[in-house]
């Protein structure tokens, strides 16, 4: 959108979008933004309760994810993980991994 100089509008709703824990993709044609989808994927039901086991354990738990921040935090809250790290490309993740693991 930026490389095209495409105005991105529906600001507010997008971002609520995004704090319900749903990724949104906008659509546009090669001169404005015509809509938004909103995707999301569903956490387990079994996963606030490992979340829970593994805190109990003393163990730290985090989220690595590409998702970005507002959709991130969402679903971390969604199972109690306090730790999060967004915005992370796929190819960067190990490498974070390594980080958390040195520390």
């Known amino acids: 959108?930026?490389?095209?100089?495409?105005?991105i509008t529906?600001?507010?709703?997008?971002?609520?979008?995004?704090?319900?824990g749903k990724t949104v993709m906008l659509i546009a044609t090669d001169k404005?933004?015509?809509?938004?989808i909103a995707v999301a994927d569903t956490v387990k039901a079994s996963s606030l309760e490992?979340?829970?086991r593994l805190k109990a354990m003393g163990i730290a738990v985090y989220?690595?994810?590409?998702?970005?921040?507002?959709?991130?935090h969402?679903?971390?809250?969604q199972?109690?993980?306090?730790?999060?790290f967004a915005q992370v490309l796929p190819e960067h993740k190990s490498s974070k991994v390594q980080e958390l693991q040195a520390q």
């Open 1 to 7: 959108m930026e490389d095209h100089k495409i105005i």
């Open 10 to 20: 529906h600001q507010k709703e997008i971002e609520q979008l995004e704090s319900e």
């Open 32 to 36: 404005a933004m015509i809509g938004t």
């Open 50 to 52: 490992a979340i829970k």
């Open 63 to 72: 989220m690595i994810t590409g998702d970005n921040q507002l959709t991130a």
């Open 74 to 77: 969402a679903i971390a809250q």
């Open 79 to 84: 199972v109690g993980i306090d730790n999060v």
